[in-house]
């Protein structure tokens, strides 16, 4: 079976990175998906997306994701965040307690680590 090399990265650490069989990510000109042989593709992510990654040797990850850019090149996927967490990090009680927030900043990012946990749990 053809495999990526795929990574997630964020301002702040290295989330993942190893083979993977697929990756989507939502970028601002909608949801990709990347399977090895795909084209050279560089996108912007989107404010409040998800990235999905379908390891080879293990369960699917889903992480929330703030701006950044995903890149193509080869069988290799790069993803590039401003801010990232895995679904399975959120507290989803403390990310709702801040929908309502006045900073933009930490409701988006609340609202993108609801969207991880929602996308992980179908």
């Given amino acids: ?5 795929a990574q997630l990265v964020a301002v702040d650490r290295l989330l993942w990175k190893g083979q993977a069989s697929i990756v989507t990510a939502q970028t601002t000109e909608g949801e990709i998906g990347v399977l090895p042989g795909h084209e050279p ?3 912007q992510l989107k404010d409040n997306g998800v990235v999905t990654i379908r390891p080879t040797d293990g369960e699917r990850l889903v992480a929330a994701v703030q701006g950044g ?3 193509v090149v080869g069988d290799k996927v790069t993803i ?13 009680a403390e990310a709702e ?5 006045e900073d933009g900043t930490v409701k988006a990012r609340s609202e993108a680590q609801l969207a991880a946990v929602r996308r992980q749990g179908q």
């Fill in 1 to 5: 079976m053809a495999e990526l090399t």
């Fill in 97 to 101: 307690s801040h929908l309502d927030d």
């Fill in 69 to 71: 850019f995903l890149s």
């Fill in 80 to 92: 590039l965040a401003d801010y990232a967490v895995f679904a399975d990090e959120v507290d989803t």
């Fill in 41 to 43: 593709l560089l996108g």
